[in-house]
């Protein structure tokens, strides 16, 4: 699901076990939000937009972007770095007459990819959301709380493979939780 454009290769900090690999990637991030909170909203956005969104714990690919649903009336989006501005004016001419609100969310955030045969373990260690693969499915997504902080967790592909998206004030705390809850995988 998760397309090679979205998720850089290697750039940032690189942590490695022998069951478990941490690495920063650079990713373009775009939050976009409605504010009608009538119960067809999302529904006639969606149309609106030309997109099936994402609905709770849930994510999709579509036209080379990631979006995973944050809140009600609230997705984060998954694009190129670099291309922010333009998928903001791309979505914002079809809002059509909603009030959204989408703005650039790419510096406020990190990435981490988290992959090997002991990601769920390590997973499991941080916090209480169920990671086993019938559970937690590819495009599954969840707002939580990880390692005492908020994260958002995502399950992009069929490679076991996860994306945690952190606010970057807390990166650095996350990677050193990460390297000491790792030590025995």
Same mark, same amino acid.
């Given at each position: #699901?998760?397309?090679?454009?979205?998720?850089?290769?290697?750039?940032?900090?690189?942590?490695?076990?022998?069951?478990?690999?941490?690495?920063?990637?650079?990713?373009?991030?775009?939050?976009?939000?409605?504010?009608?909170?009538?119960?067809?909203?999302?529904?006639?956005?969606?149309?609106?937009?030309?997109?099936?969104?994402?609905?709770?714990?849930?994510?999709?690919?579509?036209?080379? #972007?990631?979006?995973?649903?944050?809140?009600?009336?609230?997705?984060?989006?998954?694009?190129?770095?670099?291309?922010?501005?333009?998928?903001?004016?791309? /979505?914002?001419?079809?809002?059509?007459?909603?009030?959204?609100? /989408?703005?650039?969310?790419?510096?406020?955030?990190?990435?981490?990819?988290?992959?090997?045969?002991?990601?769920?373990?390590?997973?499991?260690?941080?916090?209480?959301?169920?990671?086993?693969?019938?559970?937690?499915?590819?495009?599954?997504?969840?707002?939580?709380?990880?390692?005492?902080?908020?994260? #958002?967790? /995502?399950?992009?592909?069929?490679?076991?493979?996860?994306?945690?998206?952190?606010?970057?004030?807390?990166?650095?705390? /996350?990677?050193?939780?990460?390297?000491?809850?790792?030590?025995?995988?």
């Amino acid at each position: #699901m998760a397309d090679a454009a979205l998720i850089a290769p290697e750039e940032g900090r690189v942590l490695r076990r022998a069951g478990f690999t941490a690495a920063e990637r650079t990713v373009g991030l775009v939050r976009v939000q409605i504010f009608s909170r009538a119960t067809e909203a999302e529904a006639r956005f969606s149309e609106q937009l030309q997109l099936r969104l994402p609905g709770p714990r849930q994510a999709i690919e579509a036209e080379g #972007m990631q979006w995973c649903w944050s809140a009600p009336g609230e997705w984060v989006v998954s694009v190129p770095v670099g291309t922010e501005a333009v998928v903001i004016e791309s /979505l914002r001419s079809r809002c059509g007459d909603f009030f959204a609100v /989408l703005n650039v969310i790419t510096d406020s955030r990190v990435c981490l990819h988290l992959s090997g045969t002991n990601v769920r373990e390590l997973l499991a260690r941080g916090c209480t959301v169920d990671f086993h693969p019938d559970s937690f499915c590819v495009g599954h997504c969840a707002s939580t709380r990880f390692a005492d902080i908020p994260v #958002m967790v /995502l399950r992009p592909g069929e490679d076991g493979d996860f994306l945690l998206y952190v606010d970057s004030s807390y990166g650095d705390y /996350l990677f050193k939780w990460l390297e000491a809850a790792s030590r025995d995988c």
